[in-house]
């Protein structure tokens, strides 16, 4: 079956995603990979990556997901804040809402990625308070990730066969 791997990346961490996919998928079904371009949307099934940007999918990716018309859609992503399954679960939905008409979501699959040192240092701006102490946390947590497990994880919640 033919699929497009799409992804919006900013520092790295869903084009790590993308790369694993397309590596764990038969090459000769590819028909596209690389950033949103209508190029992909020949595809029976798409494979789209995004990161977070305030709760949901950055703006490319949800720009693309409004040109969808009937593919089969994979969905995988990245946040700054893991953790909590739940949380994913939110994001998820709300890229979801996003979507073009008669998009069948075949699977999906998140993982926390490490945010830029920028954000570590605003975080230290903050007067101390749990919330600051619990973002600092969340924040030297991200920055391992995506690792290893993420990736196999990503694997396994792949389809066989694109
Ligand atoms: C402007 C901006 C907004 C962000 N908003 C969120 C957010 O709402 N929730 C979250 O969990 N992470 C947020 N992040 C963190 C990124 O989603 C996370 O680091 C992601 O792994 C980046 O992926 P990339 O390396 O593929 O660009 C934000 C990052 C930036 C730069």
């Known amino acids: 079956m033919s699929y497009s791997i799409v992804y919006s990346s900013r520092t790295g961490n869903t084009a790590n995603l993308a790369q694993t996919i397309r590596e764990a998928l038969p090459a000769e079904d590819c028909i596209y990979f690389g950033e949103p371009d209508p190029k992909a949307l020949e595809a029976e099934?798409?494979?789209?990556?995004?990161?977070?940007?305030?709760?949901?999918?950055?703006?490319?990716?949800?720009?693309?997901?409004?040109?969808?018309?009937?593919?089969?859609?994979?969905?995988?992503?990245?946040?700054?804040?893991?953790?909590?399954?739940?949380?994913?679960?939110?994001?998820?939905?709300?890229?979801?809402?996003?979507?073009?008409?008669?998009v069948t979501v075949v699977g999906s699959y998140m993982c926390q990625g490490r945010m830029p040192m920028s954000v570590r240092e605003r975080y230290m701006q903050m007067e101390e308070s749990p919330r600051r102490t619990a973002m600092l946390k969340n924040f030297d947590a991200a920055l391992n990730h995506p690792d290893a497990e993420d990736l196999t994880r990503l694997k396994a919640a792949l389809l066989p066969n694109g």
């Not at 040109?67 to 939905?93: H, K, M, V, W």
């Open 45 to 102: 099934t798409i494979y789209l990556g995004f990161w977070t940007d305030k709760g949901s999918c950055d703006e490319a990716s949800a720009e693309f997901l409004k040109s969808l018309t009937g593919q089969r859609l994979f969905l995988f992503g990245t946040a700054g804040f893991g953790g909590a399954p739940a949380y994913f679960e939110q994001i998820l939905d709300r890229v979801k809402s996003k979507m073009g008409s008669g």
